[in-house]
């Protein structure tokens, strides 16, 4: 963590500093595209409570700057109101992080949650409490706000986010006894027990060193050398080749492809021809769903 502040101060040594004990700067978006109902004054509710939920409540012990906070989003898309306070809905999380000398903000995570359900009664205050959950709605956004942070500080320094991942899992396990489905091995392999059973397996242990080096090793170098900064990118992307052979088509590999594809793309696309011939093959191999746009790369395409 000591890394990361640093690295923001010197970032942002001419903003006024403000310290914050909050982590998250999260924009959030609740729809209902296909809820008829004239009065939707719930969903503004819901809205504002979520946000307020995330940004305002301490989920580290770190302080923060406050242009330091995460910059996330999430988007809620409901598609079926049960009851009363009973809803069905998707989630789509995102979250970014700067770029050093940068005005660019790299994806760290872009994961839509298909199976979320929830019970919310209009005004009331969204609790949370790890050690007894009895809420899905607060259950979900307390272990994505700890994916987030996570993985934001996987980034900053190696294996720096095992706490909060630690607590995402810790939520997982004290949510085994909600009716509600998304915490259970046997439900799915896809879903938010097997996200972070990924991420502290010690199998995907080259995935998270991945994530550091492509990060602070090889972006945030970017503007002192491209071809070695490119170069130790690559070197991370060749790494995942070890994750792939043990756990092929594993959820935190999807997860990491599905936030950096299209930047890893547009990477390459103006690199030297022997930087895409070595890249383009791993990448071929180890995320075959997108093979076509890394074929792309070395005709120079999108």
Known sequence: MLQRIYFIVCFFSLLPVMMTGQELNCQVSVQTPQIQASDKSIYET????????????????????????????????????????????????????????????????????????????QDQTLE?????????????????????????????????????????????NNAQRLAESGWKAFESSRNRYWLTENLLNST????????????????????????????????????LRRVYQDKPNSLAMQVFFNAKTDEIVNIYSAAQPDEKNQVVPVLSLIDPANSLKYQAIISGGK
């Open 128 to 172: 949370f409490d790890e050690a007894n959950i009895n809420s899905n709605l607060t259950a979900v956004l307390a272990y994505y706000a700890f994916i987030i942070i996570g993985l934001d500080y996987d980034s900053y320094s190696e294996f720096g986010g095992s706490t909060y991942f630690s607590k995402a899992q810790s939520i997982v």
């Open 46 to 121: 819901l809205q504002t409570s979520i946000r307020e939920f995330m940004n305002n409540r301490n989920w580290t012990n770190d302080k923060f700057l406050n242009q330091e906070r995460i910059e996330c989003s999430i988007i809620i898309t409901i598609s079926e109101r049960a009851s009363v306070d009973d809803f069905k809905a998707n989630i789509q999380i995102q979250s970014r992080r700067p770029v050093y000398k940068s005005s660019y903000n790299s994806p760290m995570f872009n994961h839509q949650d298909n199976n979320f359900s929830f019970r919310y009664v």
């Open 204 to 239: 995907f242990s080259p995935l998270r060193s991945t994530i550091y080096k492509y990060h602070r090793l090889g972006f945030d170098k970017m503007t002192e050398n491209v071809l070695d900064s490119r170069q130790v990118i690559t070197e991370s992307i060749k790494d």
